[in-house]
């Protein structure tokens, strides 16, 4: 099974900060996840569409300037980052999961990749694209078809693996409270990845091994790392 780093490394640093990024590539994990919001144009890496949960500040992000937003203390003194200081912080040594929140965020992360491609040592089969915004991967696929993208869902609709494979997918994103035999069995046979989220308890990383999905989101990498070692 595959660790995804969720947030980063956000079970010991602050959640999609720099800070969490440099923990997981510190840990070795096989992909990266973070949530990408746009502000001022600029693309930056938030969980919410508000500032309050994760930063010492109040307000929606759309209603903030970028200056304001990265005024603010994202914890441990850290500044909400940009994707591109994640991308040149990863610097190709790892996957990363785009996980794209917001509307108006295919065209300029697309720009972004093909620059990130020369810049900071990634290769396109390195990037994950994901959302629970079904149109928004469908608009990458339909720009670059050769780019990897996950469809994401809170629950485990019964057709949803259909869905995820007409909308060529690479991957389906399943909340943890849903996943079943039937649902990995059924991906399986269309030829897409399982990749399961939030995974952070021993046992159910164990389940979800003999489950046989492909791979888990977890706040605690090197925990999951050791335990699937073992398994
Ligand atoms: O991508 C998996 C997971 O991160 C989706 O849910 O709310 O944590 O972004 P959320
Ligand atoms: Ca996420």
């Known amino acids: 099974m595959l660790v995804f780093a969720h947030r980063g490394a956000s079970g010991h640093e602050p959640e999609n900060t720099l800070l969490a990024i440099k923990q997981a590539l510190a840990m070795q ?57 994640v991308l040149a912080t990863i610097n190709g ?21 093909d620059e990130a491609i020369i810049k900071y040592n990634f290769s396109y089969n390195q990037f994950l694209f994901s959302s629970f915004n079904h149109h928004l991967l469908f608009e990458i696929k339909s720009i670059k078809p050769e780019l990897n993208i996950g469809a994401l869902t809170a629950s485990c609709p019964l057709t949803y693996a259909e869905f995820a494979q007409h909308l060529n997918a690479y991957s389906v994103h399943i909340n943890i409270d849903f996943i079943n035999q039937k649902f990995v069995n059924d991906a399986h046979q269309r030829g897409l990845k399982v990749f399961v989220y939030t995974v952070d308890d021993e046992d159910d990383i164990s389940e979800m091994h003999y489950l046989g999905v492909d791979g888990i989101f977890t706040n605690y990498p090197t925990k999951s790392l050791v335990k699937i070692a073992h398994l």
Request: overall charge negative; glycine content about 6%; proline content about 3%.
């Open 29 to 85: 994990v096989d992909a990266i996840e973070v949530d990408v919001h746009l502000s001022d144009g600029e693309l930056i890496v938030i969980h919410d569409r508000w500032v309050n949960k994760t930063t010492n500040g109040q307000g929606k992000i759309n209603k903030l300037s970028f200056k304001e937003i990265r005024e603010l203390d994202a914890g441990k003194g850290q500044q909400v980052p940009t994707l591109e200081e």
């Open 93 to 113: 040594r790892c996957h990363l999961n785009i996980e794209l929140k917001a509307d108006q965020t295919v065209l300029p992360v697309l720009d972004l990749i």
